[in-house]
C-alpha cells in the first residue's frame, strides 16, 4: 500500500525520497521493525525551559484527584497572556500524549481571567511532563485494521454551568490514534444521559472515521464496537420506545438509534475498570490512570524503541 501511495504521489508531484521519517512539526519518530515510536520529547524540554519548570519535582499524575476548578477562583490575577502561551503550549503536546488531554481540557476553560489558582494547576502539568519526558505513543506492527471506539462522560463536572465532559477514542490496532475531551453543549439530569449526549458525539465521529478509511481502501465490514460503561446508556441507545427517559432529550442525540439500526456501529457494555476513555473525563487516581494510560499505547521509549 506505501508504495502504490509512494508513485502516485511522485507521478502527481515533484517529490525527493529522503528516507524515513525521523522528525517532523515538533515530533520524533523512531521506526523499527516491531513499529513506530512517536513523541514529543525536545519540544517537552523546550516549554519546560521556556517556563522555568526544568528543574521542578515531578508528580505522579498531571491533576491531583477531586480537583474543581471555577471563574471565581481565590489567588491574584495572571497575565492572561502568559497563561494563553502555557496552555497552548500544553495543547500541541496532546499529540502524542493524549493521558494529558483532559488537564489541558480543563484549564484551557480559564484563558481570559486566569488566577494564580489556575496557574498552580496547570504548572503541575508541567511537573508531570518532567518526570515522564520520553514518554510517547507506540504504534506495533499490525495488520488488524478494525476500528473500535470507547466512550465516556463525567457528570456536571464543571462547578460553573454544571455541564459534563464528554470523552472518546478510537483504536486501530491495539493503540489509539484519534481522542477527544469536551465540555457537552447542555446540561443533563442524570449520569444515563450524560453518556447518552457523549456516545452520540462519540458515534458520529465513528462514521466520519469509517467514511475516511474507506475513501484510502480499508473497508468496515462489520460494526463499528463502540465500549460504554453504563448499562442505562446502553439500553436508551438500542430501545426507540424507551420514552420516560428520552422524551426530553434533542432529536439529534438519537442520532446513535439511526447508526445501530444501519448496523454502522454496535454499543457494547465495558468494565468501567477497562473504560479506556474515563481518562478524558476527569481526575484519577495514580494506579488507574497509570494502567488507562498503557491501555492508550502511552509508553516509555526505552520500553519499545
Known amino acids: 500500500m506505501f508504495e502504490d501511495l509512494k508513485k502516485a504521489m511522485t507521478q502527481e508531484f515533484e517529490m525527493t525520497d529522503i528516507g524515513l ?11 523499527s521493525e516491531e513499529g513506530i515510536f512517536i513523541s514529543q520529547e525536545r519540544y517537552t524540554r523546550d516549554i519546560l525551559e521556556k517556563f522555568n ?44 500524549r493524549p493521558n494529558i488531554l483532559f488537564s489541558v481540557g480543563l484549564v484551557s476553560r480559564f484563558m481570559e481571567s486566569p488566577t494564580t489558582t ?17 514518554y510517547g505513543l507506540f504504534y506495533s506492527s499490525s495488520k488488524e485494521f478494525k476500528l473500535e471506539g470507547y466512550c465516556d462522560s463525567d457528570w456536571a463536572g464543571d462547578t460553573n454551568d454544571r455541564k459534563s465532559t464528554s470523552g472518546y477514542v478510537f483504536f486501530i490496532g491495539n493503540t489509539a490514534f484519534t481522542w477527544s475531551s469536551k465540555k ?6 442524570s449520569t444515563c444521559e450524560a453518556e ?3 456516545a452520540a458525539s462519540c458515534v458520529c465521529h465513528a462514521v466520519w472515521l469509517r467514511n475516511l478509511l474507506k475513501t484510502v481502501g480499508i473497508l468496515q465490514e462489520d460494526p463499528t464496537v463502540i465500549h460504554i460503561d453504563n448499562k442505562s446508556t446502553i439500553a436508551l441507545a438500542k430501545n426507540p420506545v424507551f420514552h420516560d427517559r428520552s422524551k426530553h432529550i434533542d432529536t439529534r442525540f438519537h442520532f446513535i438509534r439511526d447508526c445501530i439500526s444501519r448496523k454502522e456501529v454496535q454499543v457494547e457494555y465495558v468494565k468501567t475498570e477497562d473504560q479506556i476513555a474515563d481518562i478524558f473525563t476527569k481526575p484519577l487516581k495514580v494506579n488507574v490512570f497509570n494502567n488507562l494510560r498503557t491501555l492508550l499505547g502511552v509508553f516509555q521509549n526505552k520500553k519499545h524503541v
Open 21 to 31: 521519517m525521523s522528525y517532523y512539526l515538533g515530533i520524533e519518530v523512531k521506526q
Open 53 to 96: 519548570m526544568m528543574n521542578s519535582k515531578p508528580v505522579a499524575t498531571p491533576i491531583e484527584t477531586r480537583t474543581k476548578l471555577s471563574k471565581h477562583e481565590k489567588g491574584d490575577d495572571v497575565d492572561p497572556s502568559y497563561f494563553k502561551s502555557l496552555v497552548g503550549s500544553l495543547r500541541y503536546l496532546t499529540c502524542t
Open 118 to 134: 489556575h496557574l498552580k494547576v496547570a504548572k503541575r502539568i508541567l511537573r508531570y511532563l518532567r518526570g515522564t519526558l520520553d
Open 184 to 189: 457537552q453543549p447542555i446540561v443533563t439530569l
Open 196 to 198: 447518552y449526549v457523549a
